[in-house]
């Protein structure tokens, strides 16, 4: 299983989430342009002692990763607001890659064209909040896919 942020802008999740990789032995891909620099203390700082042992892989563009990869449509979901079903409907493959967007606006609408079938969302019951945190719900989903692969 890979987690992939497509243009992150914060350090911090980025970090947190490449933690949240280490602990699961899962790849993290990033797919450029970012929002702060790689190497930034910040994202040391989120990651602590651990980003060094991230495994990860960078592209320059979301065509890039895709001619590169070369993942199947099943084996691809992406987590958005407006996501068709909850996160809690799919059977994740045990190779499958969880892409999440930029903490502002989400995924690009040209990355989600035709792929409507697969944006998920993570169910929230207060009116009062728009989204969740990055890292926050990227953990949430990797736990939720990964739930019938832990022994």
């Known amino acids: 299983m890979k987690v992939v942020l ?8 980025t970090g947190t989430i490449g933690r949240t ?3 699961l032995d899962l790849e ?38 895709l001619r590169v990869r070369q993942p199947g449509r099943e084996r691809l979901f992406f987590f958005e607001d407006h996501g068709v079903a909850s996160f809690y409907a799919p059977d994740y493959p045990a190779d499958a890659y969880l892409v999440f967007g930029r903490e502002t606006k989400g995924l690009q609408p040209e990355i ?15 009116p009062h909040i728009r989204s969740l945190n990055l890292a926050n719900a990227a953990t949430a989903v990797v736990y939720q896919a990964m739930r019938r692969h832990f022994v």
């Open 6 to 13: 497509v243009t992150p802008e914060i350090p911090g999740n």
């Open 21 to 23: 990789c280490v602990a």
């Open 28 to 65: 993290l891909i990033l797919i450029r342009p970012y929002g702060f620099d790689i190497s930034e203390k910040a994202v040391r700082r989120a990651g602590l002692d651990y980003w060094r042992h991230v495994r990860l892989s960078e592209y320059d563009s979301w065509p890039e990763f």
């Open 112 to 126: 989600l064209d035709g792929m409507e079938d697969r944006v998920f969302h993570l169910p929230m019951r207060s």
